[in-house]
């Protein structure tokens, strides 16, 4: 068995894990983000956290790639009859899990647990990790001022322009000991294909992350979110190109160069090879679209066998 720990965010990350969470040679841990956490309606919901819990418990929409399948919206409609806002697009069996959350943050349970028992309950394998057990919140600021990550994201469809982010409670958070653990413990460490602004970086900024991922002796891995300049699903791209980085996988390269040791890439860019050879990071090139199962478990197996090659060298 090879213990992989993923960091990883929604949707991308989730089709990550579930390709790992496929192979039966692999123990997986995975770290999800939780600064896209926010109340609606009274309810705490964690949008990535249950993304990944969805996909991996099979309860997952997957003509949308999140939501929960066979799924209502009636609790939407009445709250939207009484004069509420709604576009944060919850459904009944999604209201479910957030009541049950919200249930037990309000007794005094660590999110942790919480997520612990949730993830037992759906039948989950592979084990779902917090970074934290703070509230730590992604906001964003654009030309209408600062909002919530998930104001822009859901309410206004990614498309202001985002001038900045700051990360609410971050520096007053710290690293979960069984996240920390995960990392030290591990024998290989991959950065999901997930938005490294929004993502990736609420997690490895937050105190503690880093010194760990400085004292495991794994290789870190990061998949690249662009193909050919473009993300699959959401605003990455833009964001990087509005805060001032390259969107492209020299930028994702650049991005990460002081936490990745190894980058996989898909094959459109193999053009970058040279430029990224540059920031000492070892890159690979292969079809990194996850269409489908077997896509999502095909790229798990390629980056299994990197990881094993690198074994052998040593």
Same mark, same amino acid.
């Given at each position: 068995?090879?213990?992989?720990?993923?960091?990883?965010?929604?949707?991308?990350?989730?089709?990550?894990?579930? @390709?790992?969470?496929?192979?039966?040679?692999?123990?997986?841990?995975?770290?999800?983000?939780? =600064?896209?956490?926010?109340?609606?309606?009274?309810?705490?919901?964690?949008?990535?956290?249950?993304t990944?819990?969805?996909?991996?418990?099979?309860? &997952?929409?997957?003509?949308?790639?999140?939501?929960?399948?066979?799924?209502?919206?009636?609790?939407?409609?009445?709250?939207?009859?009484?004069?509420?806002?709604?576009?944060?697009?919850? @459904?009944?069996?999604?209201?479910?899990?957030?009541i049950?959350?919200?249930?037990?943050?309000?007794?005094?349970?660590l999110?942790?647990?919480?997520?612990?028992?949730?993830?037992?309950?759906? @039948?989950?394998?592979?084990?779902?990790?917090?970074?934290?057990?703070?509230?730590?919140?992604?906001?964003?600021?654009?030309h209408?001022?600062?909002?919530?990550?998930?104001?822009?994201?859901?309410?206004d469809k990614?498309?202001p322009?985002?001038?900045?982010?700051?990360?609410?409670?971050?520096?007053?958070?710290?690293?979960?000991?069984e996240?920390?653990?995960?990392?030290?413990?591990?024998?290989?460490?991959?950065?999901?294909p997930?938005?490294?602004?929004?993502?990736?970086?609420?997690?490895?900024?937050?105190?503690?992350?880093?010194?760990?991922l400085?004292?495991?002796?794994?290789?870190?891995?990061?998949?690249?979110?662009?193909? =050919?300049?473009?993300?699959?699903?959401?605003?990455a791209?833009?964001?990087?190109?509005?805060?001032?980085?390259?969107?492209?996988?020299?930028?994702? =390269?650049?991005?990460?160069?002081?936490?990745?040791?190894?980058?996989?890439?898909?094959?459109?860019?193999?053009?970058?090879?040279?430029?990224?050879?540059?920031?000492? &990071?070892?890159?690979?090139?292969?079809?990194?679209?996850?269409?489908?199962?077997?896509?999502?478990?095909?790229?798990?197996?390629?980056?299994?066998?990197?990881?094993?090659?690198?074994?052998?060298?040593?």
């Amino acid at each position: 068995m090879t213990r992989v720990t993923l960091l990883a965010g929604g949707v991308g990350g989730a089709k990550m894990a579930e @390709g790992f969470d496929m192979n039966k040679d692999v123990e997986l841990t995975i770290i999800g983000n939780v =600064a896209d956490d926010d109340e609606f309606h009274g309810l705490w919901v964690s949008p990535d956290i249950d993304t990944i819990i969805y996909t991996l418990s099979g309860k &997952i929409n997957r003509s949308q790639g999140w939501g929960v399948s066979d799924e209502g919206h009636r609790a939407l409609d009445v709250l939207k009859e009484l004069g509420k806002e709604t576009w944060m697009f919850l @459904g009944d069996r999604d209201f479910g899990l957030h009541i049950y959350r919200t249930e037990r943050l309000k007794n005094g349970d660590l999110p942790t647990s919480i997520t612990h028992d949730i993830s037992k309950q759906f @039948g989950l394998s592979s084990k779902i990790v917090l970074p934290t057990d703070d509230k730590v919140q992604t906001k964003v600021r654009t030309h209408n001022g600062w909002q919530t990550f998930q104001e822009y994201f859901v309410r206004d469809k990614c498309i202001p322009e985002v001038l900045e982010l700051h990360y609410e409670g971050l520096l007053q958070s710290s690293i979960n000991p069984e996240a920390e653990n995960s990392i030290i413990g591990a024998e290989l460490i991959v950065l999901a294909p997930s938005n490294p602004l929004v993502s990736i970086t609420p997690i490895i900024e937050i105190p503690g992350f880093r010194n760990a991922l400085q004292k495991t002796t794994a290789p870190i891995l990061a998949v690249s979110p662009l193909i =050919a300049g473009k993300v699959i699903k959401g605003p990455a791209d833009k964001m990087l190109h509005s805060l001032g980085y390259r969107s492209d996988v020299l930028g994702i =390269a650049q991005y990460y160069q002081d936490v990745v040791s190894h980058l996989l890439i898909d094959n459109q860019d193999s053009g970058f090879l040279e430029d990224i050879s540059s920031t000492g &990071i070892k890159t690979y090139c292969t079809d990194i679209l996850m269409k489908d199962a077997k896509g999502k478990e095909r790229l798990a197996q390629e980056i299994l066998n990197i990881f094993h090659s690198l074994e052998i060298k040593r």
